[in-house]
C-alpha cells in the first residue's frame, strides 16, 4: 500500500484541520492505521489510530477531546479532524498503516507503511 497525506496547513490557535490519508489498495481493511506527528527537534510520537473495520479508536492524552480519527474503507481515506489546536500541535503529520494486532497500535515500530507528511502549523 502507498499513502498520501494531505490537508496540512497554518491556523491560529482555536482553529480547526481536517487531515486526509488515502491508500493505494483494494484491501483497506487489512491495516489499522494510524497517524503519529514530529515537531521540530523530537521524536515522532502516536496520535490516533482507528481498527480495520473503523469500531475501535485510540488517541493520545494531548489530543483526546479535540481530534477524531476516521475511516472510509470504500474510499482508502483516513481522516484525522483536529478542532481547538493549539500552538504546541505543530509538527508534521504523518499517516501509517499497519497489519499488526490492534494491541500495538501505539507503537511506532508495527507500521510498515508511511505517508510523506504534511506540516501543520498553529500560531497564538
Known amino acids: 500500500v502507498q499513502l498520501q497525506a494531505s490537508g496540512g496547513g497554518s491556523v491560529q490557535a482555536g482553529g480547526s484541520l481536517r487531515l486526509s490519508c488515502a491508500g493505494s489498495?483494494?484491501?483497506?481493511?487489512?491495516?489499522?492505521m494510524g497517524w503519529f506527528r514530529q515537531a521540530l527537534g523530537t521524536e515522532r510520537e502516536f496520535v490516533a489510530a482507528t481498527s480495520r473495520n473503523g469500531g475501535s479508536t485510540d488517541y493520545a492524552d494531548s489530543v483526546k477531546g479535540r481530534f477524531t480519527i476516521s475511516r472510509d474503507n470504500a474510499k482508502n481515506l483516513v481522516h484525522l479532524q483536529m478542532n481547538s489546536l493549539k500552538p504546541e500541535d505543530t509538527a508534521v503529520y504523518y499517516c501509517?498503516?499497519?497489519?499488526?494486532?490492534?494491541?500495538?497500535?501505539?507503537?511506532?515500530?508495527?507500521?510498515?507503511?508511511w505517508g510523506q507528511g504534511t506540516l501543520v502549523t498553529v500560531s497564538s
Open positions: 501509517a498503516a499497519s497489519t499488526s494486532i490492534w494491541g500495538l497500535r501505539a507503537r511506532e515500530a508495527v507500521y510498515a507503511t
Open positions: 489498495v483494494r484491501t483497506y481493511n487489512r491495516y489499522v
